[in-house]
T-cell receptor
Framework: AQKITQTQPGMFVQEKEAVTLDCTYDTSDPSYGLFWYKQPSSGEMIFLIYQGSYDQQNATEGRYSLNFQKARKSANLVISASQLGDSAMYFCAMREGRDTGRRALTFGSGTRLQVQP | DGGITQSPKYLFRKEGQNVTLSCEQNLNHDAMYWYRQDPGQGLRLIYYSQIVNDFQKGDIAEGYSVSREKKESFPLTVTSAQKNPTAFYLC?????????????FGDGTRLSIL
């Protein structure tokens, strides 16, 4: 079974509108972390936001927020007020377990977001 | 500035040739990782290392080898046994023991077969 599922291969959004990128995950470990990364066409991976499994509140970082629904095992990324520079691939990733060095990230297949003027 | 440096940016491999991708970090991170990304796909783990002189296989280690002789360096060798090496390779590092710290990535190396 896929550990991270991103069901939207591509998304379009108008500039200045909000967009939600979906991510569902599968784990039996009670301790895990969820990460979102942005990958522009140049290829580098840019960290956006983190949500821990024990965090009581949804994470926010500037225009990025995470809609974390633990019971449904979903961690959707919300980008508010989209900008042309937001056009990129977006990856959801999960780290299982408490020790950050022991477990690498498991990535979803990504969503390509295109912001239209 | 602290960061991860990958070199070269582009690399071409001939049939039967081994090639080595460099990854150096000056973030003082204990853990380092190598991922492979195929076009339109997510990242898959090749190898990771928690500490000097120790490393573990990831999900797709066949045809690859690594070493970790120094904390700062984690080179990846793509051997001739890897029959489909064309991909984008990303190196990453992270702090150990703090679960909310993200992995930091280099800018990647694009490997192609001649």
């Amino acid at each position: 079974a896929q550990k991270i599922t991103q069901t939207q291969p591509g998304m379009f959004v108008q500039e200045k509108e909000a967009v939600t990128l979906d991510c569902t995950y599968d784990t039996s470990d009670p301790s895990y972390g969820l990460f979102w990364y942005k990958q522009p066409s140049s290829g580098e991976m840019i960290f956006l936001i983190y949500q821990g499994s024990y965090d009581q509140q949804n994470a926010t970082e500037g225009r990025y927020s995470l809609n974390f629904q633990k019971a449904r095992k979903s961690a959707n990324l919300v980008i508010s007020a989209s900008q042309l520079g937001d056009s990129a691939m977006y990856f959801c990733a999960m780290r299982e377990g408490r020790d950050t060095g022991r477990r690498a990230l498991t990535f979803g297949s990504g969503t390509r977001l295109q912001v239209q003027p | 500035d602290g960061g991860i440096t990958q070199s070269p940016k582009y690399l071409f491999r001939k049939e039967g040739q081994n090639v080595t991708l460099s990854c150096e970090q000056n973030l003082n991170h204990d853990a380092m990782y190598w991922y492979r990304q195929d076009p339109g796909q997510g990242l898959r783990l090749i190898y990771y290392s928690q500490i000097v002189n120790d490393f573990q296989k990831g999900d797709i280690a066949e045809g690859y080898s690594v070493s970790r002789e120094k904390k700062e360096s984690f080179p990846l060798t793509v051997t001739s046994a890897q029959k489909n090496p064309t991909a984008f390779y990303l190196c990453a590092s992270s702090i150990r023991g703090i679960s909310n710290q993200p992995q930091h990535f280099g800018d990647g190396t694009r490997l192609s077969i001649l």
